[in-house]
């Protein structure tokens, strides 16, 4: 499955009313180059009360919805929209990585089927999976570092 329509769609609702996101997760990674699969898209998120309103309004736009899954103590936000196969979690708060800023300031910018998106570096994105600790992580790490590894020979 291309998921590029799905994600520039979420990607053009969110811009549109400027939620403040940065891509993470290994859609973030693939974009890098990375040869890794998911079914759904990560995004760390400042959270003010100011920008989940507006990531509500971007749901309403798709149309999608917002739920709060129960993770205990997490903040996620999960937007979904079962008809497209929609599944994006916005979180405050990743493993790894200290602050919203810190990630924004390392990610790079890309287009994706012609809509802008920050995506967090895969030093990041590597920092967050190994701190995370999940066998699921774990077991992409080394593909990670490995394209990391190719890109800074380049």
């Not at 549109?16 to 990674?29: F, P």
């Not at 103590?73 to 800023?101: C, W």
């Not at 999976?129 to 699921?136: E, P």
């Amino acid at each position: 499955m291309n998921a590029t329509p799905l994600l520039s769609g979420l990607l053009a609702a969110l811009a549109e009313v400027k939620v403040e996101v940065v891509l993470i997760g290994n859609a973030a990674a693939a974009i890098q180059g990375a040869p890794v699969t998911t079914i759904d898209f990560d995004f760390m998120f400042r959270d003010t009360p100011t920008n989940l309103r507006k990531l509500k309004m971007a749901a309403k736009g798709l149309p999608a919805m917002v739920m709060r899954p129960y993770y205990p103590v997490s903040k996620l936000y999960r937007m979904v929209n079962d008809d497209t196969g929609l599944q994006a979690d916005f979180m405050p708060v990743i493993h790894g990585v200290r602050s919203f800023e810190g990630l924004k300031s390392r990610a790079t910018r890309h287009v994706v089927g012609g809509q802008p998106v920050l995506v967090a570096s895969l030093d990041d994105i590597i920092k967050s999976k190994k701190a995370a600790g999940r066998d699921r992580d774990r077991a992409v790490i080394p593909v990670l570092e490995q394209t990391l590894r190719a890109i800074r020979k380049q």
